[in-house]
């Protein structure tokens, strides 16, 4: 069974035939939103071709609701796909992290970070 089957509609901040719209209960970030797949698909490799087609626009609209009220400098969008690349909840989710001027000493590299001392790839 999945936590995000237990979120009750009315905590949705939008919907699509396949996805909703949730401000993240652990934010990264003032904003942070995840997107979650209405059935059950572990992660994005288990989606199906329309739900793949419907994920742009809802990124879209995590992006519009995000600017629309916090104003972010940047973002980071990202989906865990398995344990070994930090996946703890198996149930597609992708994460639409807004990212402020300054809230990192350096930034440069993004999600490079992930794996530890890869993301300074440049002198």
Known sequence: MSVFLDINAAEYLYESEYFFLIYDRFPVSEGHILII??????????LTEAEKADLPAMIDKAKELISARYKPDGYNIGMNCGEAAGQTVMHFHCHVIPRYAGDMDDPRGGVRHAVAGKGYYQA
Do not use: W
């Open 37 to 46: 797949s209405k059935a059950l698909r572990p992660d994005y490799f288990h």
